[in-house]
């Protein structure tokens, strides 16, 4: 059943397609047929029909009915239920519970639908539930921004705060005393000390969406500059095993297993809440969880109870009342939101510009040709975001060292400079060598060379500008490497014009010859960053539009490293 839909409780179960299937002799089979006769007396008189809960694809959860008479076999359908409700998966129990309990005596239809559906998935369900119960409140403030009529009842019923859980094999990797962060988590993915790093998705759902904005709080705390923590964040995101990972179908996955040393490097560490995590740990598993809410950004997931223009008052009222402080503390919610959580962001596209920033990425074999500009005006003084005076180069070299590590394991890249420091200097010098990130030389891959080469960035003074023959060289280079199912792109970084060079050209000539040169099967985008009030920006998106690429323009030079992520997720932004 697609997940916008609802379906009807009281039809027959969906056969599950796909399952190999064998007939059973023909004594068995009579045997089989002998005992399902039994099992549907059984369950005529008792009078309760079930229908399976689902987590994520919106099938109800276990939908009892009123006591009913045996002829009810064949009975007409149930007419449509009174309220509709969508909950989040994990609450959703709680408040099937509660509607069981409002049936009155002799009824044969429930009026009560409970739904168990992620945010995302009830944001866009159709019709929409009368009540909606999601994980964050969050949600209803993006239902608004889309003109959706709820209006929120009372308090949260409940809130659950976010942990990063993972096996207790590897909980020193990344919960060593007990305690959590979302800064480790980064670096122990950029650093390869996890086995591996799941995230649900952010625009379905809520743990996924809460994440992401954590992380991306956590980063920025811990560096000054803002765009160095936008890359430090996203660099988790090109490293995930999983972007779409579903917590709740982790958690039964680890619950069948096992092979408790396999499940712990296939699953490694993800984000859950701290109620999905403790209805884990009261059964016995063999593969054992540990977790905590990480100390440099807890954030709630909260359960509002919301009702839709037109709900049915006095059900509305009912439902709400029927649900207990006590039967959502037994299921391991909290009764009060955690002391000094994230409080979110009231506008919601603050909240959910960097989670479509996320799903949006791309996951692709990468092959980038980084150009970067080492003409003598990167020696200029500016102010930096701090309010440091620091010079254009320095901040490159800030920015670089994070940067390195943005790239995955299956990318390829190389790096030139370009700057003439005398006439008969070439355009670009070639500073690391195009190929595998993680191959390299004298014992240092790419990323390390890439690193130390930014590292020890310096730019000579009163060199020229050779920036469209940088640009034509590069683009021909990668043209040639081209390959089927890759993302191939030229990267450019310039703080001003084309000139002052033996290679200078207008800018029409550069134009005709970057297109003459196109190959629609090799296709090379140029993305190009325009670093500073002076670099040329008309020309930088002359080359872009020219190549399929985008440009990004860091008019204060203080935001490279902001210019930089906007790059690389131009890069790997899905089409």
């Not at 990480?294 to 006095?314: E, I, L, N, T």
């Not at 891959?445 to 000579?460: E, M, N």
Request: hydrophobic share 45%.
């Amino acid at each position: 059943m697609p997940e916008n839909e609802w379906s009807d409780p009281r039809l027959p179960e969906p056969v599950e397609w796909g399952q190999p299937h064998h007939d059973p002799p023909p004594g068995r089979a009579r045997a089989l047929l002998a005992a399902a006769v039994v099992v549907l007396v059984l369950l005529a008189a008792g009078g309760i029909a079930w229908r399976l809960m689902s987590n994520r694809g919106g099938a109800p959860v276990a939908q009892p009915s009123a006591p009913a008479p045996t002829s009810a076999l064949t009975a007409p359908p149930c007419p449509a239920p009174k309220l509709r409700v969508a909950a989040a998966p994990e609450i959703a129990p709680v408040i099937q519970h509660a509607a069981t309990g409002l049936a009155q005596s002799g009824q044969r239809c429930s009026e009560v639908l409970v739904q168990a559906l992620e945010p995302g998935a009830a944001l866009a369900a159709k019709p929409q539930a009368d009540v909606w119960i999601p994980s964050s409140s969050a949600w209803l403030a993006a239902a608004r921004s889309r003109g959706a009529g709820y209006t929120v009842s009372g308090p949260p019923l409940a809130w659950s705060p976010l942990v990063i859980a993972g096996p207790e094999a590897i909980g020193s990797l990344f919960a060593p005393n007990g305690a959590t962060s979302w800064t480790a988590m980064v670096q122990g993915a950029i650093q390869k000390r996890l086995p591996a790093v799941r995230m649900p998705d952010p625009t379905l759902a809520t743990t996924g969406l809460l994440s992401v904005f954590a992380i991306h709080q956590a980063t920025a705390r811990a560096n000054a500059d803002a765009g160095i923590a936008q890359l430090q964040a996203l660099t988790l995101r090109s490293r995930l095993e999983s972007a779409s990972a579903d917590p709740a179908g982790l958690l039964k996955q680890m619950a069948g297993e096992v092979d408790s040393t396999a499940a712990t490097y296939d699953v490694g560490v993800f984000p859950t809440t701290e109620q999905q995590l403790a209805a884990y740990q009261k059964e016995t598993h063999d593969v054992r969880l540990t977790g905590a809410p990480p100390a440099d950004g807890q954030v709630d997931a909260d359960y509002p109870y919301a009702v839709h223009k037109g709900a049915q008052a006095d059900l509305v009222k009912r439902l709400r009342e029927a649900i207990t402080a006590d039967d959502l503390t037994a299921a391991g919610f909290r009764s009060a939101a955690t002391k000094g959580a994230l409080p979110l962001p009231a506008d919601p596209a603050a909240l959910f510009g960097a989670a479509q920033q996320w799903a949006g990425y791309k996951s692709v074999a990468f092959q980038v040709l980084l150009l970067i500009d080492a003409s003598g005006s990167m020696n200029e003084k500016i102010t930096d975001r701090a309010g440091r005076t620091v010079t254009k180069a320095s901040l490159l070299r800030e920015s670089g060292a994070s940067a390195a590590q943005l790239f995955g394991d299956d990318t390829s890249i190389g790096m030139w400079f370009f700057g003439t420091p005398a006439a008969n200097s070439p355009a670009h010098t070639e500073e690391v060598p195009f190929g595998p990130i993680i191959a390299g030389s004298d014992g240092k891959t790419r990323r390390d060379q890439l690193a130390a080469k930014i590292g020890g960035y310096r730019p000579v003074a009163n060199a020229g500008t050779p920036l469209y023959q940088t640009v034509l060289d590069g683009v021909a280079e990668m043209r040639g490497l081209s390959r089927p199912n890759t993302a191939t792109v030229v990267v450019v970084l310039t703080d001003g014009s084309d000139g002052g060079t033996r290679f200078k050209m207008t800018n029409a000539d550069f134009l005709k010859k970057l297109t003459a040169a196109a190959d629609p099967a090799r296709p090379v985008p140029v993305i190009a960053v325009g670093y500073g009030p002076d670099a040329n920006m008309p020309a930088l998106q002359g080359m872009a539009k020219a190549t399929g690429g985008q440009t990004i323009a860091a008019r204060n030079p203080a935001d490279l490293a902001a210019g930089i992520a906007q790059a690389f997720l131009a890069a790997h932004a899905k089409s």
